[in-house]
């Protein structure tokens, strides 16, 4: 059982280049959220989808773009990256009924 | 608002010592608690939960929380850890209830670091 796998794992981007993060999970979870996670703040909600077809915005949108076209996949695009992007992203599932979340193992992503 | 504080942002403790990392939470509404444990360098895995019932409850790895609605605390405690439980220990509650969309509120994080 795989859970929640994520590509890729590491990526280096420069400064206003273009880029997708793909999270799967086969769990059949409703609910899907993209976080990151920076030294000191924790993890922070970027955006997140409550069934297919649907997305929200979390705590730190600006700047990401997410979509959700099928129930197993969410993908979180970064159309114009920045210094600031730079940061560890997880993708997590949940059950919806008691909220327990599944992670995916993460991607370390560097803007330079 | 519903918050998670995690009292300590580092404990550094002797292996074979106890320890006990600290979370209060703060909910209009009644809440399911979780501590989740980040080893380095990976992802988030679900150390215990409490959802119902036993206030008291336990991982495979010793580890134990207990329920205190009174106090509005889910603290984390082990009588004696080993230098393989050096991570960083997250808790997170989940208010219950329409409306939340089962968005996790987490607190940001204890690093336990276990010296020999």
């Known amino acids: 059982n795989a859970g929640v796998t994520q590509t890729p794992k590491f990526r280096v981007l420069k400064t206003g280049q273009s880029m997708t993060l793909l999270c799967a999970q086969d769990?059949?979870?409703?609910?899907m959220y993209w976080y990151r996670q920076d030294p000191g703040m924790g993890l922070r909600l970027i955006h997140y989808?409550?069934?297919?077809?649907?997305?929200a915005k979390g705590e730190v949108p600006d700047g990401y773009n997410v979509s959700r076209l099928k129930k197993q996949n969410f993908l979180l695009g970064l159309e114009s990256a920045a210094p600031s992007q730079t940061s560890v992203y997880f993708c997590?599932?949940?059950?919806?009924?008691?909220?327990?979340?599944?992670f995916g193992q993460g991607t370390r992503l560097t803007v330079v | 608002a519903q918050s998670v504080t995690q009292l300590d942002s580092q404990v550094p403790v002797f292996e074979e010592a106890p320890v006990e990392l600290r979370c209060n939470y703060s909910?209009?509404?009644?809440?399911?608690l979780f501590w989740y444990v980040q080893y380095p360098n990976q992802g988030l895995q679900l150390l215990l939960k409490y959802l119902s019932g036993s206030t008291l409850v336990e991982s495979i790895n010793g580890f134990e929380a207990e329920f205190n609605k009174s106090q509005t605390s889910f603290h984390l405690r082990k009588p004696s850890v080993h230098i393989s439980d050096t991570a960083e220990y997250f808790c997170a509650v989940n208010p219950t209830g329409a409306g939340n969309n089962r968005k996790l509120i987490w607190g940001l994080g204890t690093s336990l670091a276990v010296n020999p």
């Open positions: 909910s209009s509404v009644s809440v399911y």
């Open positions: 769990m059949n979870h409703e609910y």
């Open positions: 997590a599932s949940s059950d919806g009924d008691r909220g327990q979340a599944f």
């Open positions: 989808s409550v069934g297919e077809g649907t997305t």
